[in-house]
């Protein structure tokens, strides 16, 4: 098989990622909107994937440190990163993010490329060529802190936002709800479509050497990408956070929102990768948690599929590699 023709297998796996993270991640901006009665999934879908799609084109132009973290940033500079690997990384976070989409899990796709990149880096090249340190400083704090941090910012603005109205400051929060939920889905297109770019170009690098950084129409066809998941196949996922973890009004639904899009695009500019599915899914939870109505059950299946997204998508990712290995 030439090496242009696997070129182009991973390029189109890199759309199918950007299609199953649109599938999964569609419902962290719009289930408080579905949940809370302010709009139907078809009208908020449309909106907030339109939103996600300028984040993901804008991200383009400036998300540099997040695509080298996501290029460079995990396995040593000794190792060859090769076509073959980037295929099986790939093979790792598509199949468990789009059995999660199927299945109504709400995942993360970040976990999952990092799961993937390090337990099939861990196979491939052997446990010294992984940079344990950078992993764990650059990628593994942040994704552990940011729930726990979105989870409390969530409770403050709800809190604050009650003390407003109750002192008959409140805003109106039908369009704030709005505001909120697309300034959401377009800090989740600043977020995630750079980690995914930064696969696709382990295989534009191979038919154009002279680029180094994803181009701008390869950022707008993951934005094309990921709104279409949006819109074929996200409804699963939406119905589990708007309707099973706990019961939202708009001021609710306004303070997870708003939550998320600020830690998602405050971390965003830093070039830290935090998953808007535990961001969001935290802020939800922290919702019900603070007026005693979060469903336990629910709660914990979502916490459980956090928990086994890494070792699930790496391992995944390894036996993608070891196929590929076997056959080209």
Same mark, same amino acid.
């Given at each position: 098989?030439?090496?242009?023709?696997?070129?182009?297998?991973?390029?189109?796996?890199?759309?199918?990622?950007?299609?199953?993270?649109?599938?999964?991640?569609?419902?962290?901006?719009?289930?408080?909107?579905?949940?809370?009665?302010?709009?139907?999934?078809?009208?908020?879908?449309?909106?907030?994937?339109?939103?996600?799609?300028?984040?993901?084109?804008?991200?383009?132009?400036?998300?540099?440190?997040?695509?080298?973290?996501?290029?460079?940033?995990?396995?040593?500079?000794?190792?060859?990163?090769?076509?073959?690997?980037?295929?099986?990384?790939?093979?790792?976070?598509?199949?468990?993010?789009?059995?999660?989409?199927?299945?109504?899990?709400?995942?993360?796709?970040?976990?999952?490329?990092?799961?993937?990149?390090?337990?099939?880096?861990?196979?491939?090249?052997?446990?010294?060529?992984?940079?344990?340190?950078?992993?764990?400083?650059?990628?593994?704090?942040?994704?552990?802190?940011?729930?726990?941090?979105?989870?409390?910012?969530?409770?403050?603005?709800?809190?604050?936002?009650?003390?407003?109205?109750?002192?008959?400051?409140?805003?109106?929060?039908?369009?704030?709800?709005?505001?909120?939920?697309?300034?959401?889905?377009?800090?989740?297109?600043?977020?995630?479509?750079?980690?995914?770019?930064?696969?696709?170009?382990?295989?534009?690098?191979?038919?154009?050497?002279?680029?180094?950084?994803?181009?701008?129409?390869?950022?707008?066809?993951?934005?094309?990408?990921?709104?279409?998941?949006?819109?074929?196949?996200?409804?699963?996922?939406?119905?589990?956070?708007?309707?099973?973890?706990?019961?939202?009004?708009?001021?609710?639904?306004?303070?997870?929102?708003?939550?998320?899009?600020?830690?998602?695009?405050?971390?965003?500019?830093?070039?830290?990768?935090?998953?808007?599915?535990?961001?969001?899914?935290?802020?939800?939870?922290?919702?019900?948690?603070? =007026?005693?109505?979060?469903?336990? =059950?629910?709660?914990?299946?979502?916490?459980?599929?956090?928990?086994?997204?890494?070792?699930?998508?790496?391992?995944?990712?390894?036996?993608?590699?070891?196929?590929?290995?076997?056959?080209?």
């Amino acid at each position: 098989m030439s090496m242009n023709l696997i070129s182009i297998f991973g390029i189109s796996g890199a759309i199918i990622l950007a299609f199953a993270n649109g599938a999964n991640d569609i419902s962290k901006s719009v289930a408080t909107l579905v949940g809370s009665g302010e709009s139907d999934y078809k009208k908020a879908v449309l909106l907030v994937s339109l939103a996600a799609a300028a984040g993901a084109t804008i991200a383009s132009g400036w998300a540099v440190k997040m695509t080298l973290l996501f290029t460079k940033g995990m396995l040593s500079p000794q190792v060859a990163v090769n076509q073959l690997f980037a295929l099986a990384v790939l093979g790792g976070a598509i199949g468990w993010v789009l059995f999660a989409s199927k299945t109504g899990l709400p995942v993360s796709t970040t976990h999952s490329i990092v799961g993937s990149v390090v337990l099939t880096g861990l196979y491939a090249f052997g446990f010294d060529n992984v940079l344990w340190a950078g992993v764990t400083k650059k990628i593994v704090l942040p994704l552990l802190i940011s729930p726990i941090a979105a989870f409390g910012l969530g409770v403050v603005i709800f809190r604050f936002l009650y003390w407003l109205c109750e002192r008959q400051y409140c805003i109106n929060c039908h369009w704030a709800h709005w505001m909120s939920a697309i300034s959401s889905g377009f800090a989740r297109g600043l977020n995630d479509t750079p980690k995914i770019a930064a696969l696709g170009m382990v295989f534009y690098h191979v038919i154009d050497p002279n680029v180094h950084i994803a181009p701008k129409w390869f950022f707008l066809i993951l934005a094309l990408a990921n709104a279409a998941g949006s819109v074929i196949m996200g409804l699963k996922v939406t119905e589990t956070l708007a309707h099973q973890v706990t019961r939202m009004n708009h001021l609710e639904g306004f303070a997870a929102n708003l939550a998320t899009s600020a830690m998602v695009m405050a971390t965003a500019v830093k070039g830290f990768p935090v998953s808007t599915t535990h961001v969001s899914g935290s802020a939800i939870m922290g919702m019900g948690l603070q =007026k005693g109505g979060l469903n336990w =059950k629910t709660a914990g299946g979502i916490v459980a599929a956090w928990l086994v997204t890494v070792p699930i998508a790496g391992a995944i990712g390894v036996g993608c590699y070891w196929l590929l290995n076997k056959i080209v």
